[in-house]
């Protein structure tokens, strides 16, 4: 519906599908309470039908027919699978109606009027335009899961509000959505916003813990998901939820292999893997059906954890665990760590086996261990790095980052951290006692990027190498290009050896990047070479989006061609808070918090002992591992910000 045609009151008919859902016998009611409202806290169980239906009820009944309505996602894979699904149900093409827009990529057009977005992306909209003029509704969906953007738009939605209200502007009315989260603290920070709550979740859930707590969650699932195997129909499929991609493909190996040697009788048995770097062909593939006489059974991280319905689940098998990101401003050490989920995410994944029909869950803890789980996840921005987070409220103009009205405040100690790095990246300054962005600083909150990814762009022209910045950066800013099935290790090694660089994986990758190029993208190319050919694709994009950016600064885009000096050069200076030095003994230790780390398996360095190098990401499982490394010289870190490695230095002696 265009801005100024009349609006709809009436309902189109709706399909036997949507009829179906909980949330239809509360249509009525839910509008007449949304009509008057300019903000509410909507609670309806996992499976009621909230996120595709609220929005298009909204839009049937003209309310925000002024303009967008906005409905936000934690995760990229959430909102396009719902924006494709609600236009579906609307009948038109995805992209008019009904559009979506995810980090580096976009489908929608001036006619778009239900918008399903990351909630990363409203928050760069809310740069550009603090108010969210162009939207007349925002719904905040899976607000439980309290991811950094979320928290902090939070802030930016309820700021924009009262700027709308003051500044005589039409409303805008925000809906917080959620099947689990601590209502009293939501609606206290909208300024006592009423909860209202959708009746009954589709199907009724059985839940079994394990009598004794299990000391290995792996084997515990392997073994959960071959006695439903024996004992369930084979129609019946089976979602096991883990905490990452190298676990998940081992299970899927074992699945398989115990799979070949079942009873001749057994129905067979479809490992099915699912996690962000999986090429999209094979993420699709979990929502078809399996063939008949067989059974699906697909691992997953915790991307199957909210608003996407996986046809077919009968069974989830909970293990417990996830992956999740901890940071300490003391140490400046940000790991993505193991650890248990919270009460609210254990109901999520629950929630996962009732969509189609009444369904069980297997959680693989004892009773007494879900009790001691915390009630809600710890939000993101309690334990995350907020150098992101400052930039971006500073480009908002907010006057005082540490006043910022956060519905969780993170430590003080945090803030100051991240302002720390931002001054050491060149990005702030303090003007009469206020903190505000640098030159440099505006630049850096252009690219939709972590800051001292930012700052890799902007100090490239210094070394003559953009094009290959780009290209690295890009590389970084998508998931995985490359694909390693365990069960071809040898023959992934073999092919990769071609591309290898001695110098590490950010000019390993860029070798890949140039070579599928030289070949035009050609698929069988990327299949020969275990390259995600989609994903490469995005990374074409993205790359073509940040040349975008450059050029807009007036950026000069040069090559250095085969001189991969200055592309280390270039690295090693904006990288400098993420640089280790080999010790004596063999092992490694980060320079500024001499905190001891080890090169990751998977990285083109694991066998080498450079003596230097910078890393992107530190992954704590056994030990702590540095991920995604390239090897730098010492003085070149030195050189890229003494002061700072002096202060390190002299820390270090005290």
């Not at 290995?216 to 991609?245: C, K, R, W």
């Not at 991307?303 to 989830?316: D, Q």
């Amino acid at each position: 519906m265009l801005p100024g045609s009349p609006p709809r009151r009436h309902a189109p008919a709706a399909p036997c599908a949507r009829r179906a859902l909980p949330i239809f016998q509360a249509r009525g009611r839910l509008l007449g309470q949304l009509r008057g409202l300019d903000c509410a806290i909507l609670i309806g169980e996992t499976g009621s039908g909230k996120t595709t239906q609220v929005p298009q009820y909204l839009y049937e009944a003209g309310i925000g027919r002024q303009g967008i309505i906005a409905v936000t996602q934690p995760r990229r894979v959430a909102a396009i699978a719902l924006a494709t699904r609600v236009s579906s149900e609307r009948t038109t093409e995805l992209g008019r109606l009904v559009g979506y827009s995810v980090r580096f990529e976009e489908l929608s057009c001036e006619q778009t009027r239900i918008k399903f977005l990351t909630d990363g992306m409203l928050l760069r909209e809310a740069i550009a335009d603090p108010t969210l003029r162009c939207y007349s509704v925002v719904i905040l969906d899976e607000a439980h899961e309290r991811t950094i953007h979320t928290d902090v738009l939070l802030g930016v939605v309820k700021a924009a509000q009262k700027a709308r209200r003051q500044q005589g502007r039409a409303p805008l009315k925000v809906i917080i959505m959620s099947a689990t989260m601590d209502v009293d603290q939501f609606s206290q920070y909208f300024n006592g916003a009423p909860v209202l709550y959708l009746e009954g979740r589709q199907h009724p859930i059985q839940i079994f813990n394990t009598k004794q707590p299990q000391s290995d969650y792996l084997q515990a699932a392997l073994v959960s998901v071959f006695q439903i195997h024996q004992e369930a129909p084979s129609s019946q499929d089976i979602l096991v939820f883990l905490t990452g991609q190298e676990e998940i493909e081992a299970m899927s190996q074992s699945c398989r292999a115990i799979g070949r040697q079942l009873p001749a009788g057994c129905p067979r048995l479809l490992a099915l893997p699912l996690y962000a770097s999986l090429p999209y062909s094979q993420q699709l593939r979990v929502f078809q059906p399996a063939p008949k006489g067989c059974r699906k059974v697909i691992l997953s991280t915790n991307i199957a954890e909210t608003s996407i319905t996986i046809p077919g689940i009968k069974f989830v098998v909970d293990t417990g665990m996830v992956k999740a990101k901890k940071y300490s401003p003391a140490s400046g050490l940000e790991v993505l760590a193991l650890q248990r989920v919270s009460q609210a995410q254990a109901w999520q994944r629950a929630g996962r086996a009732g969509r189609e029909a009444s369904g069980v869950c297997y959680r693989l803890y004892t009773q007494e261990e879900f009790d001691k789980l915390d009630r809600m996840t710890v939000p993101e921005i309690q334990r995350c790095n907020l150098a992101s987070v400052v930039l971006h409220l500073l480009a908002l103009r907010v006057p005082n980052v540490l006043t910022f009205d956060f519905m969780s405040k993170p430590s003080p100690e945090a803030i100051e951290a991240a302002i720390e790095q931002l001054d050491l990246l060149g990005a702030v300054e303090r003007k009469e006692d206020q903190l505000v962005l640098t030159p440099l600083g505006r630049r850096m909150a252009a690219f939709p990027l972590e800051p001292k990814f930012s700052k890799t762009i902007l100090m490239s022209p210094k070394f003559h190498c953009t094009e290959e910045i780009l290209t690295i950066v890009s590389l970084l800013s998508a998931d995985s290009v490359l694909y390693s099935p365990p069960a071809r290790r040898e023959e992934v090694q073999a092919v990769r050896r071609k591309f290898i660089s001695s110098e590490g994986d950010h000019l390993t990758l860029l070798s890949i990047y140039r070579a599928f190029k030289n070949v035009s993208g050609n698929k069988d190319w990327c299949k020969e070479n275990f390259v995600n050919s989609r994903n490469m694709m995005l990374v074409s994009d993205i790359r073509a989006q940040l040349r975008d950016i450059c050029v807009k600064l007036s950026l000069p885009i040069e090559s250095s061609r085969s001189d991969s000096t200055n592309v280390r050069r270039c690295l090693a200076h904006s990288l400098f808070m993420n640089a280790a030095e080999l010790q004596p003994d063999g092992t490694y230790s980060t320079l500024d918090s001499h905190q001891l780390v080890a090169i990751h398996p998977s990285s083109v360095l694991f066998q080498c002992k450079p003596a230097c190098v910078v890393y992107n990401t530190l992954l704590h499982t056994t030990k702590c591992y540095m991920r995604d490394l390239c090897v730098v010289d010492a003085d070149w870190l030195y050189e890229a910000a003494p002061d700072y490695f002096r202060r390190k230095l002299r820390t270090a002696r005290d």
